[in-house]
């Protein structure tokens, strides 16, 4: 794996591994929790009246490879599906665990490497498949989306936000976008050159994307995925679930 890619082979991923895909040309990425067998467990949008774009998740029924392909729990969101249907022809990819800081930030797209680090594989694995089967909250609710539920899977670690900020670098690099296209236009004219412009507007961007790495941010804790439904504080009180946390020790820093 370079610097500029985390491309890799099929023969090269096992269980455990967080993997992921571009769909519709480099617009987003779609990730998944590779638990073997040729599976993938991933967090999807699934289709109704209102969802129109990104991660919209038709299940495939005619899918010759494997009798479950698409299997999900009634109203839950996570899947499990092939390889093959996870990808949709798209290239493979491996999100990369514990880079330095230096590494984090030279990577050019959000998404696609944290500091944090991977749990052992069959914790991830575990994880994965225990909410195959009891789901991963809505995922509009707290903004948890397809890498969030990955990264839950392979670190155990979900933030506190009380605004929900998402964890995920696709997210804080939306939440980026304004930020730069600020420093682009009026500080344009008290900027020596062009090229500072271009240099200070990619450093604001990396930095905040580092601000908001799970691996580097203070307001994360390590929750047990049996007590993730809880945490999660699907239709209960996210006070009372705060207080748990930390009375159970399982407060990380
Ligand atoms: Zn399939």
Known sequence: MGLLTNRVERSEIKAGDHIYTYRAVFAYSHHGIFVGGGKVVHFTRVETSSTSNNELYIPTTECATCPDCGFRQPNSQVVLSCLDCFLKHGALYSFEYGVSPSVFIAKVRGGTCTTATSDPPQTVVHRAMYLLQNGFGNYDAF?????????????????????????????????????????????????????????????????????????????????????????????????????NVISNGRLLR
């Open 143 to 243: 903004q948890n989306n397809c890498e969030d539920f990955a990264l839950y899977c392979k670190t155990g670690l979900l933030t506190v936000d009380r605004f929900g900020v998402g964890r995920s670098g696709q997210a804080s690099s939306v939440i980026g976008a304004p930020l730069a296209a600020l420093l682009s236009s009026p500080l344009k004219l008290l900027m020596p050159s062009p090229v500072g412009v271009a240099t200070m507007t990619a450093g604001m961007y990396c930095m905040s994307r580092y601000a908001t790495d799970i691996g580097v941010r203070t307001d994360v804790i390590k929750v047990a995925v049996e007590d993730l439904a809880v945490n999660l504080g699907w239709g209960n009180n996210r006070e009372i679930v705060e207080e």
